[in-house]
């Protein structure tokens, strides 16, 4: 089997977790490695896994003239720069296929469209990583509901929702940044799983017109005093003057360009959220059939009783972002696979290979931000954003959230 050689930037949480979704597929092998922090420590544990040489580069520039494709894994206030020089790399003799970049592709539509324009400049291959969509819950759910959608007619409402307890590097947290609170973070993820289980089976992921965005931003605990306190602390971050939202909800309504049929995506994210650990939630209703996906779910829970529960080592092992390790623990022992990753690296590098676009390319990247971007203007705004009016799509262009500016204390109640 062909396999595409994939170098990635950025040695973080991410990088890692692809490397163990990338040990279950076999078209992929990550033949370098580059990153302003912990590249070493990262490599020896992806040659550890036996999924490739990853090789150390100092630069971009030099790893782009080792392998067939480039997986940006790299904080979001990096993303530009970083194709910038995968771009002028392409332009001095690199021969590249094509470019992967994780969520989001900008922190707003300017960086977003700045990111397709020199992907296309380059003449690369695109993906643009969302992985909820590979879940294999959300695949099954659409596999077996085929006949139903097929008789009955598509889901009109769906509610999706990511949370947890907030995110594990000072980056995330300064919205300057990362763009903002957990609305850009991981409300791109929810808007993202409620089109594509919106959208009829067969039709492309944008073929559903979104035409309206409603939503609301809030900061309810992590800018209470204590908690602002234990930011500072374990961040370096003050919520006292720079806050962002860890509590974001809001609605997408699309319109069936063929049949004129509405439906309804809702989207709950918070970094509030007080359970094991990271909750992935959807739901949708079609006419007379339904599903529901919830990662909190298990086959596999344990009990740790207080008196056992100092043998514990890591309580992340058992799931992403958890927060306790004692009591009744829900473990995910396939992480990697639940949450999609594995489907969409083996995806994306079928396209690559096939030399095509993946499923979702990054002008599909920046249509979620332009809709993430709706909400955060909605709930500056207090009023529902209308998507067909030509006047609208042109703000959207250039704006920038308040709270990305770093002025999320005039939106923002903080006691
Ligand atoms: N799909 C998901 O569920 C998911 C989950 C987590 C993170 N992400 C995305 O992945 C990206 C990385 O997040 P993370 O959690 O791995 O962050 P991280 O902070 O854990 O790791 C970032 C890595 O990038 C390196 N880096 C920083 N600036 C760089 C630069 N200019 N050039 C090269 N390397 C650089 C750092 O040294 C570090 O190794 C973010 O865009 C984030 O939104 C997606």
Not at 292 to 317: C, P, Y
Request: net charge negative; charged share 20%; aromatic share 8%.
């Amino acid at each position: 089997m062909e396999k595409l050689k994939l170098g990635l930037i950025g040695a973080g949480f991410i990088a890692r977790f692809h490397a163990r979704a990338i040990a279950q597929i076999r078209n992929v092998d990550v033949a370098g490695i580059t990153s302003l922090s912990n590249s070493e420590a990262a490599a020896q544990e992806i040659r550890a896994m036996g999924v490739g040489e990853a090789v150390v580069y100092d630069t971009i520039t030099e790893m782009a003239n080792h392998v067939d494709a480039i997986a940006i894994y790299a904080p979001n206030f990096a993303r530009v720069e970083i194709m910038e020089e995968i771009a002028t790399a392409v332009k001095q003799g690199a021969v590249l296929k094509g470019v992967i970049c994780e969520k989001p592709l900008g922190r707003n539509l300017k960086e977003a469209r700045r990111l397709v324009e020199l992907a296309e400049e380059a003449n690369l291959r695109t993906a643009y990583f969302e992985n909820q969509i590979f879940m294999k819950p959300i695949q099954a759910q659409l596999a077996q509901l085929l006949p139903q959608q097929q008789t009955m007619g598509p889901l009109v409402l769906t509610r999706s929702a990511e949370e947890h307890g907030g995110p594990h590097e000072p980056w995330f947290w300064d919205p300057t940044q990362q763009g903002g609170g957990v609305l850009s973070d991981m409300g791109c993820h929810s808007i993202a799983v409620g089109w594509y289980v919106l959208t009829p089976a067969g039709k492309p992921p944008t073929f559903l017109q979104p035409i309206s965005v409603t939503a609301e931003t809030s900061l309810l605990k992590w800018g209470l005093p204590e908690w602002r306190q234990k930011l500072k602390e374990r961040f370096g971050v003050d919520y006292s003057k720079t806050p962002a939202e860890d509590f974001a909800t809001g609605m997408v309504t699309f319109k069936n360009p063929e049949t004129g049929q509405i439906s309804k995506a809702q989207f709950t994210d918070s970094w509030m959220f007080e359970k094991q650990g990271l909750r992935l939630f959807m739901d949708g209703m079609g006419p007379g059939y339904a599903f529901e996906v919830n990662t909190l779910r298990s086959t596999l829970e344990l009990f740790i009783g207080d008196e056992a529960a100092d043998a514990i080592a890591d309580a992340e092992t058992a799931l992403e972002k958890a927060t306790a390790s004692r009591g009744l623990l829900a473990v995910q022992y396939n992480e990697a696979d639940l949450y999609g990753y594995t489907d969409e690296n083996r995806e994306a590098a079928a396209a690559f290979l096939a030399g095509k676009d993946a499923h979702l390319s990054w002008r599909y990247g920046l249509e979620i931000t332009k809709l993430v971007m709706a909400a955060y203007m909605s709930a500056e705004k207090g009023m529902t954003i209308d998507l067909t009016e030509t006047a609208v799509q042109q703000a959207l262009e250039t704006y920038i959230p308040l709270i990305q500016q770093g002025r999320g204390a005039e939106v923002l109640h903080l006691v």
